[in-house]
């Protein structure tokens, strides 16, 4: 079946330099997606608009977060609940500077992760076999026994000369990321939960989701307050020319 963008201009246009890539990874997701259950039986002919283009609709509000150029700051992305690569394969194949971490728990998931972390030569990106409650419980036993002090090159150690496709297990170290993205994992009311503990001070969650977004914010309100949300923000988020846009929910903590 025939992807309806497949050589379109649209795809240089939103990727760049991540193009090639991007293509790779869609020629993987059209010929092995569906067989290892990553893609629904009707996806085929739109995996670069449901799938990437959407996934990719994340990276201005991204832009938005990361330091200049100029500082040696690194930034630390979590993307939770991966599945086939959305939207943390597109995003890391987008910030190649930016270290990502794939949290996925489902074992046959992370093998495509990281297959795809290996072709697609991101190494920036590793994969995390977890689920967010065993990295939220390391991310407080790390706070208490550091006493809050966080030294930077120990916290950073190992995600620098990482191999492709490697599936390395959260250090001792581990500190919380500045940014948490993810792409229909849960509900608000349960998401607020899963995510917001693992963000640093002053983090940012970033989150695809439909139209019922702003009700599911206010659905939600008491959980995002319990979980250190301080603000909170529905954006219309373009995916492409001519195609429909999306929604993204933004949460900041204290």
């Known amino acids: 079946m025939t992807d309806q ?6 795809i240089s246009e939103v990727f760049g330099d991540a193009a090639g890539k991007m293509e790779l990874f869609h020629k993987k997701l059209e010929d092995e ?6 893609i629904g039986p ?35 992305i979590g993307d939770v609940g991966t599945g086939g690569g959305f939207p943390g394969i597109v995003l890391a194949a987008c910030f190649p500077a930016v270290s990502f971490d794939l949290i996925e728990p489902m074992e046959r998931r992370c093998e495509w992760l990281a297959e795809m972390v290996d072709m ?9 076999r977890a689920r967010t ?3 939220i419980s390391k991310k407080k036993e790390f706070s208490r026994t550091s006493g809050g002090h966080v030294d930077s090159s120990r916290a950073n150690a190992g995600r620098r000369g990482r191999k492709p496709g490697s599936r390395q297990a959260q250090s001792e170290h581990f500190n919380g990321y500045d940014i948490v993205t ?13 995510t917001l503990p693992l963000l640093k001070k002053s983090g940012r969650l970033i989150a695809l989701k439909g139209k019922s977004a702003a009700a599911e914010l206010e659905k939600a309100r008491k959980e995002l307050k319990k979980n250190g949300a301080v603000s909170t923000r529905v954006c219309q988020a373009p995916v492409a020319p001519q195609l429909e846009p999306t929604h993204v929910v933004i949460v900041q903590v204290r």
Do not use: Y
């Not at 697609?120 to 995390?128: D, F, I």
């Not at 993810?182 to 899963?194: E, H, I, N, Q, S």
């Open 5 to 10: 963008l497949d050589h379109s201009p649209i």
């Open 33 to 38: 997606g569906l067989i290892r259950g990553l």
């Open 42 to 76: 009707r996806d085929g002919d739109i995996i670069w608009e449901r799938h990437i283009l959407n996934s990719a609709a994340l990276v201005p509000f991204i832009k938005e977060m990361l330091p200049d150029p100029e500082t040696d700051r690194q930034v630390t």
């Open 120 to 128: 697609l030569q991101l190494t920036n990106a590793t994969v995390v």
């Open 133 to 135: 409650e065993e990295l």
């Open 182 to 194: 993810c792409r229909a994992v849960a509900p608000m009311t349960k998401l607020a939960g899963m």
